[in-house]
């Protein structure tokens, strides 16, 4: 596993380089140029040697003193040595002092030159009396210990090469001296001698400036090797400042001979502890990097886990073998660095891509290659494993009710117990939403399913307390066996999803077990959605009108639209087949409209005081665009809204109603009536006639029928139509199929009559005639 570090290219030269002694007191922590180190170098050469000067000087001025005292008084030799000695002690302190006030600081040419002062005045002091003694002497002193003295002079400027004037000058005075005894008007030396101080002149000076320039060369190169060694020590400690990374360095044994302070701190050891021993033993043993030390070669982001007195920690280390300019194998060094935080990073970014993060269940993905290897092991053993799906049940009304935040907490009670009821037996996902499966092992016999699936049930239909809040759910179950019912993963949850269908549509909070017929009505359901799809544009959906008269005149005053399909092959299909189905399909918005359009179209040739009566369904009063629909068929048309009646019924109110009151207040402001259909059979029905927007209230057909026996129904429908009144809503008794329910309902005050005692839904032309036909004849030909 690879992990992207932060890492600089090849950090060469680890160990410091060591520079001369004298370059390392003249630096600073900035550059130094070339000429500051030239005389740094030159002032460290006069402070090294000025004592062996001062001493070689004295003892040639003795000699110097003893040759030529035949030719000087005593009176001018003792005062020559004394201020001989005088200057020598000068030149020690005057370069001594310079020296160590200059120590750290940048040379300035006037300290090399006052340095350089001090021993010219000394030079001058030495030789100038013996010069001028041999230059106007007659008899010459011996010529041997003069040429002596004067090649000793020479050999004394060696050592200060590094200042080639000083150097010269003090070879200069050497040179004059023998020069003077070997080529004087008085010199008695012979000709092969006089050679031989020729050459040595020669060779000295030649020697001196040889010398210079090789100084000024190391100390170049010295300057070179120094800015790349701290250029080098200053990347190294920025690196090792600013990265979570650091530096490493082995010997050919293996033995850390480097360490930076951040990988010591990473191994959970100080650096002193480290230092010394194995790399791979201070790793813990790791195969990948010990073979790479072992075969010399290059490796990279190779990642190693420790244990620490903290925990665990992941490094990666990068390395290549070193080699000397002789080709010799003198270890590895690298890079190391702390990739904890992006290992744990990337654990935890699986983590959520195989987990819930709400319920840190396994999330769909996992669940299906949980299924897939299942699958696998189920057909090596030929033993089939359960698969239940899992949906809750009223949990959207409960979300949609006291928000989000209480919703989620429910998901994670409802994980927590189905957690608690498998436990040991199987593997419970969240694949969704309200969405749950449980991936169950042990499914021989049947009955361990079904017994857990029955758990399962009782247990989510437990209460729950969310935050002080009291509410109950549901769950339905459907179940597929997996090497039975399916071999792939995609066909055992469709065939498991299958079964969850079934079971909501038998009742909810049940189990149903995938069987062949469910596949048989999916591919008939899926082949009826084809055909509805080619309905519309095939023109075979009609609409049929049912009358609404006067309880009082029995006068027609209006007609609700039915919508019915004349499928060419089925007959006529039921609206509670295809309703729910365009529904589902999003068809509804289509055919919706065109049952808008058709029966204002119809209306308005009827008479103006007949309305028309169209039902909405919840999804067409959250779309949007409802609003422009309904005009543009009024429009079409040419009818007023107010001959328009929109029918609803209590489910817009489950869920988020916001949309769909918005969009009803929009249709009553254009002039549509509005009137709240099925009343009774839905959630607490009496609650939502404080919403004030409906003109009508509609009694449903079974409250009419149960009034016939059921007393207390009576009382029922007497109380609604009193609160009706109170809202100032007319009402409508559906259902009405006989005169005495006719005779009930209008002694109960009821507004409106709708049943098949008046008629059933006819097409078109037959509405026409009931909507032209005289009021006193309504009811006779009911009859």
Same mark, same amino acid.
């Given at each position: 596993m690879f992990y992207s570090i932060p890492k600089i290219q090849r950090v060469r030269g680890l160990s410091r380089l060591l520079a001369p002694t004298w370059l390392k007191r003249a630096h600073n922590p900035v550059a130094i140029s070339t000429s500051t180190r030239l005389r740094a170098a030159q002032l460290s050469t006069f402070a090294r040697f000025s004592r062996l000067l001062a001493a070689g000087g004295l003892i040639i001025s003795v000699f110097i003193a003893f040759a030529i005292h035949p030719l000087v008084s005593a009176t001018t030799l003792v005062p020559w040595l004394v201020l001989v000695l005088l200057s020598a002690r000068l030149m020690i302190r005057s370069i001594d002092t310079r020296h160590s006030e200059l120590v750290g600081q940048p040379v300035s040419t006037r300290a090399v030159v006052e340095a350089a002062g001090s021993i010219l005045l000394f030079i001058a002091l030495w030789v100038g009396l013996p010069i001028h003694a041999l230059s106007h002497a007659e008899v010459q002193p011996p010529a041997t210990l003069i040429m002596v003295?004067?090649?000793?002079?020479?050999?004394?400027?060696?050592?200060?090469?590094?200042?080639?004037? @000083?150097?010269?000058?003090?070879?200069?005075?050497?040179?004059?001296?023998?020069?003077?005894?070997c080529f004087g008007p008085n010199a008695a030396v012979p000709q092969a001698t006089r050679l031989a101080a020729a050459g040595y002149i020669i060779a000295i000076g030649t020697s001196i400036l040889l010398l210079s320039r090789t100084a000024f060369e190391q100390i170049r190169q010295g300057t070179s090797d120094y800015e790349r060694a701290r250029a080098n020590e200053l990347l190294v400690k920025e690196y090792e400042e600013q990265s979570t990374g650091g530096l490493w360095q082995i010997d050919t044994t293996n033995l850390l001979t480097y360490l930076s302070p951040s990988v010591a701190l990473a191994l959970?050891?100080?650096?002193?502890?480290?230092?010394?021993? #194995?790399?791979?033993?201070?790793?813990?043993?790791?195969p990948g990097i010990g073979a790479a030390l072992a075969g010399r070669v290059s490796f990279a982001n190779e990642v190693a886990q420790i244990e620490t007195r903290d925990g665990k920690r992941w490094i990666a280390l990068s390395g290549d073998p070193v080699y000397d300019d002789t080709g010799i194998f003198r270890g590895f060094r690298g890079t190391a660095d702390d990739v904890t935080e992006a290992h744990n990073s990337q654990e935890k970014m699986r983590e959520l891509a195989s987990h819930d993060v709400l319920t840190s269940l396994?999330?769909?993905?996992?669940? $299906?290659?949980?299924?897939? $290897?299942?699958?696998?092991? #189920?057909?090596?053993?030929?033993?089939?494993?359960?698969?239940?799906?899992?949906?809750?049940?009223?949990?959207?009304?409960?979300?949609?009710?006291?928000?989000?935040?209480?919703?989620?907490?429910?998901l994670k009670e409802v994980a927590k117990r189905l957690l608690?009821?498998?436990?040991? $037996?199987?593997?419970?996902?969240?694949?969704?939403?309200?969405?749950?499966?449980?991936?169950?092992?042990? #499914?021989?016999?049947?009955?361990?399913?079904?017994?857990?699936?029955?758990r399962i049930v009782a247990a989510v239909s437990q209460p729950y307390d969310v935050e002080s809040v009291h509410v109950r759910i549901g769950v339905?179950?459907?179940?597929?066996?997996?090497?039975?019912?399916?071999?792939?993963?995609?066909?055992?949850?469709?065939?498991?999803d299958l079964a969850l269908y079934d079971a909501k549509d038998s009742g909810r909070s049940t189990v149903r077990f995938f069987e062949p017929r469910l596949e048989t009505n999916a591919q008939e359901r899926v082949r009826l959605e084809a055909e509805l799809r080619d309905a519309l544009r095939l023109n075979q959906f009609e609409l049929y009108y049912q009358? @609404?008269?006067?309880?009082?005149?029995?006068?027609?005053?209006?007609?609700?639209?039915?919508?019915?399909?004349?499928?060419?092959?089925?007959g006529f299909v039921s609206p509670a087949v295809f309703i729910p189905l365009a529904e589902e399909s999003g068809l509804i918005g289509d055919i919706g409209a065109w049952a808008l359009r058709t029966a204002c179209r119809d209306a308005a040739t009827w008479p103006e005081r007949i309305t @028309?009566?169209?039902?909405?369904?919840?999804?067409?009063?959250?779309? $949007?665009?409802? @609003?422009?629909?309904?005009?543009?068929?009024?429009?079409?048309?040419?009818?007023?809204? #107010?001959?328009?009646?929109?029918?609803?019924?209590?489910?817009?109110?489950?869920?988020?109603?916001?949309?769909?009151?918005?969009?009803?207040?929009?249709?009553?402001e254009l002039g549509c009536r509005i009137a709240l259909d099925d009343f009774g059979t839905g959630y607490s029905s009496l609650g939502y006639l404080n919403k004030t927007v409906f003109h009508k209230l509609?009694?449903?057909?079974?409250?009419?029928?149960a009034a016939n026996k059921d007393k207390e129904m009576v009382s029922i429908i007497q109380a609604v139509i009193a609160l009706a009144r109170c809202f100032r809503m007319t009402v409508t008794a559906e259902g009405v199929e006989s005169r005495e329910d006719y005779d009930r309902m209008r002694e109960l005050g009821a507004d409106l009559i709708q049943g098949y005692l008046f008629g059933r839904p006819v097409p078109y032309p037959q509405a026409t005639e009931f909507a032209k036909a005289p009021q006193s004849t309504v009811l006779q030909a009911a009859a």
């Open positions: 003295i004067g090649c000793a002079a020479m050999a004394l400027a060696v050592p200060i090469a590094v200042e080639p004037i @000083v150097a010269l000058a003090w070879a200069t005075a050497g040179a004059v001296l023998l020069s003077t005894t959970g050891q100080s650096r002193g502890q480290l230092v010394g021993c #194995s790399l791979p033993m201070a790793l813990g043993g790791h396994p999330n769909r993905h996992s669940m $299906r290659r949980m299924v897939e $290897r299942a699958l696998l092991a #189920s057909g090596e053993s030929g033993k089939p494993f359960g698969l239940l799906y899992l949906d809750l049940d009223g949990f959207k009304p409960v979300n949609d009710t006291f928000g989000h935040l209480r919703g989620d907490q429910l608690v009821e498998v436990a040991g $037996r199987g593997t419970v996902g969240r694949i969704g939403g309200d969405e749950f499966v449980v991936l169950m092992r042990d #499914s021989q016999p049947r009955d361990n399913v079904a017994e857990l699936a029955k339905s179950v459907g179940v597929a066996f997996g090497g039975e019912d399916a071999t792939s993963e995609d066909e055992l949850f469709r065939k498991a009358p @609404v008269v006067s309880a009082e005149t029995q006068e027609v005053t209006g007609f609700e639209a039915l919508l019915r399909w004349n499928h060419p092959a089925r @028309v009566a169209v039902n909405l369904s919840t999804l067409q009063l959250n779309m $949007r665009d409802l @609003v422009g629909t309904v005009r543009q068929a009024l429009y079409r048309a040419r009818m007023p809204a #107010s001959r328009l009646e929109l029918e609803v019924t209590e489910s817009i109110f489950l869920g988020d109603s916001s949309v769909a009151l918005e969009t009803l207040n929009a249709l009553r509609k009694i449903d057909g079974s409250f009419v029928r």
